[in-house]
C-alpha cells in the first residue's frame, strides 16, 4: 500500500480505501481500479491523495467497523467545514446541532470500544479533521463516565468549537504541534479572533465557559476579559484537554510522523494535568493494546497480544513471535515491555485474528 497524491494518480490504479462523498454515500469501493472520472471526482473532493495498492498486492484486511468509522469521518468533516466556514462568515453555523447530535449516538454511549482510525492531514484540513476527532474522542470519555445527554451535547459542541480561531490564521503555523515563540504569539491571537465568533454560534454560556477554561491552560488565555472562569479544572475541559491531545500527537500529517499510541498514553499516565479517571475513560474506549493486536517488544521481538491486563493496559499477556513463548508484560519487568505498536501503511493498528486463534491457550512463559 502507497499514498499517492491527488495530481499523481494514473488511471488503473487500485482503490486501498474507500471514496464517499459529503453524504456519506459510497462512490468508489475497495480494490476498484481507477477511470479518468474518478480521478476527476476525487480532485473535485479537494483530497490531497489517496491510499493504493502495489499492482500484485492483495487487498489488506479492513473490519466492518473500520469501514464506517472512516465514511462516518469523510461525512463529518465536510459538515464541520460548512459549519466554520459559516461562523467565519458571521453566520449561524448550520449543521452543528445535528452533527452533534450523530457524534453522541453514535460514540456517546459508553457501551462498546471502537478502533479510533487516524487519517491523512494536510494543513488545509487539519482544523475540520482535529476539530471532529477530539469531539469523537469527547463523545467517547463523556459517555464511558455516564456523563448526561444535555452534558455531552456541551462537551461535544465545545470540542466541535475549540479550535477554530486557528482558522484565521496561516494554515501551515495552524497545525504545528511545535511552534516557535512568534508561531505561539500568532496562535495565541488566531484563538482570541475565534473566541468572538462564537457568539454566531448559538451556543450556551457554559458550553462557552468549557472553551475559555480550555483556552487558558492550553494556550495560557484568558478568554473574553470581562467574562468569569472558573478557577478549578472543570470535568469537562478536563476530558477536552485529554482529547485534544491524545488526537493531536497520534494524527498523521504529510510532513510528520505521528507518536505512538503507546507514548502517547504514557504521557497522558505521567502528567498530573490529566485525571487518572479520565485517561482510564479514554482507554477504555478505543482499541490500542487489545487481543489480536500485533506489538513490537523492548528485547527485539515481534509478538501479538493474547490477553487483556485490566490493572494496566501496558502490561498484556504477548506471544513472542521468534521464540515463540508466551510472556506476561506484568512479570518480565524490565527484562521485555513494550516497545510500539506494529500498524500499516494507512496507520491502522496491525491484528492478527488467526493466530490469536491459534495460540490463545498457550502456557505462559515464567
Known amino acids: 500500500m502507497i499514498f499517492v497524491t491527488t495530481n499523481d494518480l494514473k488511471k488503473g490504479m487500485r482503490l486501498a480505501k474507500p471514496v ?3 453524504n456519506g454515500v459510497l462512490l468508489y ?5 481507477l477511470t479518468e472520472q474518478g480521478i476527476v471526482s476525487i480532485k473535485n473532493f479537494s483530497l490531497i491523495g489517496i491510499y493504493v495498492l502495489e499492482p500484485a498486492e492483495p487487498l489488506p484486511p479492513m473490519s466492518e467497523d473500520d469501514i464506517e468509522f472512516e465514511r462516518f469521518q469523510t461525512m463529518a468533516v465536510f459538515s464541520i467545514k460548512d459549519d466554520m466556514k459559516a461562523l467565519l462568515a458571521r453566520k449561524v453555523p448550520p449543521n452543528l446541532n445535528r452533527l452533534t447530535d450523530m457524534i453522541i449516538n453514535n460514540y456517546g454511549g459508553g457501551d462498546k470500544k471502537i478502533s479510533f482510525t487516524q487519517n491523512l492531514r494536510s494543513p488545509s484540513d487539519y482544523v475540520y479533521k482535529h476539530s471532529l476527532n477530539v469531539a469523537i474522542l469527547a463523545a467517547l470519555i463523556s459517555g464511558q463516565i455516564k456523563e448526561s445527554l444535555e452534558e455531552q ?3 461535544v459542541i465545545a470540542a466541535l468549537l475549540h479550535d477554530i480561531g486557528k482558522l484565521t490564521i496561516r ?3 495552524a497545525c504545528k504541534d511545535d ?7 500568532i496562535i495565541k491571537r488566531g484563538i482570541m479572533d475565534g473566541y468572538n465568533l462564537l457568539e454566531y454560534s448559538e451556543i450556551t454560556a457554559s458550553t462557552k465557559r468549557m472553551i475559555t477554561q480550555f483556552q487558558k491552560e492550553v494556550y495560557d488565555l484568558n478568554g473574553n476579559a ?4 472558573d478557577k478549578t479544572l472543570s470535568l469537562a475541559t478536563g476530558i477536552l484537554m485529554i482529547a485534544d491531545e491524545y488526537d493531536k500527537l497520534t494524527a498523521m500529517k504529510i510532513d510528520e510522523s505521528p507518536m505512538s499510541e503507546i507514548a502517547v498514553l504514557k504521557r497522558l499516565m505521567a502528567d498530573e494535568t490529566y485525571s487518572d479517571r479520565l485517561v482510564n475513560a479514554l482507554t477504555d474506549s478505543i482499541n490500542i493494546v487489545v487481543p489480536g493486536v500485533c506489538l513490537e517488544l523492548t528485547n527485539g521481538e515481534k509478538g501479538l497480544v493474547i490477553r487483556e491486563n485490566q490493572d494496566n493496559l501496558l502490561q498484556p ?3 513472542g513471535f521468534d521464540k515463540n513463548i508466551v510472556y506476561d508484560l506484568e512479570k518480565t519487568g524490565d527484562a521485555v515491555q513494550i516497545k510500539d505498536i506494529m500498524k500499516t501503511m494507512d496507520n491502522r493498528i496491525i491484528i492478527d485474528k488467526e493466530r490469536l486463534e491459534e495460540y490463545s491457550n498457550k502456557p505462559i512463559h515464567s
Open 29 to 33: 469501493g475497495r480494490d476498484t481500479k
Open 153 to 155: 451535547r456541551e462537551i
Open 171 to 173: 494554515d501551515t503555523i
Open 179 to 185: 511552534p516557535d515563540e512568534e508561531e505561539q504569539d
Open 317 to 319: 499477556v504477548v506471544l
Open 226 to 229: 470581562n467574562e468569569e472562569t
Open 20 to 22: 464517499y462523498n459529503k
